[in-house]
């Protein structure tokens, strides 16, 4: 490292949006600057790093924004980035502007590309951001909590119409791959059932659920469907209304709704350890790592590990909303 130019950071936020991205970028900067570092935005994730489009990022240029969902920087899905001569585009406006490293708020996919970038040289740190709770390696992601607090209260809503009129409400919850919200919406919201990607339910099944529940008295079920269950909610909805279950249906798509919002408290404290971790672990020369809550402290998690391992719905947790739907 030449000791005579300051350490140049540059940070960007990629793939779905995620409340608490804008607390972690605001961590990012004013612990950069704290240790005498440049920190340079970088515009729409890994297309903005392709392009170039990087702007400096003072202290007063991330006020105002830990409280705001969404992201400053904005965000993309790069497909262009996934490509080696993307990659190489990126790695040379880096070294244009001088960059020496590079802190990526992001999921699953967009902490494949940093792992990508840190095999070529580049150091990198990644910081999970995704409402998903999909990546592996923390406990929790940045902007899950906000989404689970959503949902908790749509369904609140939902199920005040639902007991009213003796319905049961299908919602569908995001999730492409995990099934964690959709699980921990069962826990929180009392859902009747809860599909997830992880375990393939038949609509027979879900059936008789509901027809059950409405046998031993409820006034309303709640059913969870993620997303990627493999069961469309309007259909599983129109299923149970041929095979009269007892309860007339009603489908919610919860959808981008999920997505935004302030972050929680949880969230933006989360955010912001997490960027002040991330900085710290770039001037010390580190690389390849990403920040993952352990237990009470932040640690860092080979990127190598991260990528190359699923993270999926706690089963234990799903057995239990069915106890609990009693
Ligand atoms: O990865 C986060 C996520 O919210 C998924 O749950 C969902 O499938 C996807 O993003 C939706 O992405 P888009 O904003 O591109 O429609």
């Given at each position: 490292m030449d000791i005579s130019k300051p350490f140049t950071i540059g940070v960007l936020t990629s793939g779905g949006d995620a409340p608490g991205m804008n607390a972690a970028i605001r961590a990012v900067v004013r612990t950069g600057m704290t240790h005498g570092a440049n920190v340079f935005g970088i515009t729409g994730g890994y297309e903005g790093l392709v392009a170039g489009e990087f702007r400096p990022l003072g202290a007063r240029d991330v006020g105002g924004i830990l409280q705001r969902g969404g992201t400053i920087l904005q965000t993309s899905r790069s497909a262009r980035f996934m490509e080696p001569h993307g990659q190489r585009d990126a790695i040379r406006k880096m070294n244009e502007v001088g960059m020496d490293g590079l802190v990526v708020i992001g999921g699953e996919g967009s902490l494949k590309g940093a792992y990508a970038l840190h095999q070529q040289g580049i150091k990198v740190v990644g910081i999970p951001g995704s409402i998903d709770n999909d990546v592996w390696g923390t406990n929790i992601s940045v902007g899950t909590d906000t989404a689970m607090n959503t949902i908790m209260e749509a369904v609140d809503k939902l199920r005040d119409t639902a007991s009213s009129h003796r319905r049961a409400f299908l919602i569908e919850t995001m999730g492409r791959n995990c099934g964690y919200l959709a699980v921990m919406a069962g826990i929180v919201c009392g859902a009747e059932i809860v599909l997830i990607p992880e375990v393939p339910v038949a609509v027979e099944e879900v059936a008789r659920t509901i027809e059950d529940a409405y046998m031993r008295g409820k006034t309303h079920a709640i059913i969870i469907n993620a997303e990627?269950?493999?069961?469309r909610t309007t259909d599983l909805s129109r299923a149970l209304e041929d095979k009269d279950v007892g309860f007339k249906t009603r489908v919610t798509i919860l959808g981008h709704i999920q997505r935004g919002g302030s972050p929680t408290a949880y969230d933006r404290l989360l955010a912001s350890r997490m960027g002040y971790k991330a900085v710290e672990a770039l001037l010390s020369g580190?690389?390849?790592?990403m920040t993952g809550l352990k237990g009470r402290g932040v640690d860092y998690v080979p990127l190598e590990d991260v990528i190359s391992h699923k993270r999926t719905a706690n089963l234990e947790y799903y057995e239990m909303t069915k106890t609990l739907a009693r």
């Open positions: 990627g269950s493999g069961i580190k690389s390849g790592v």
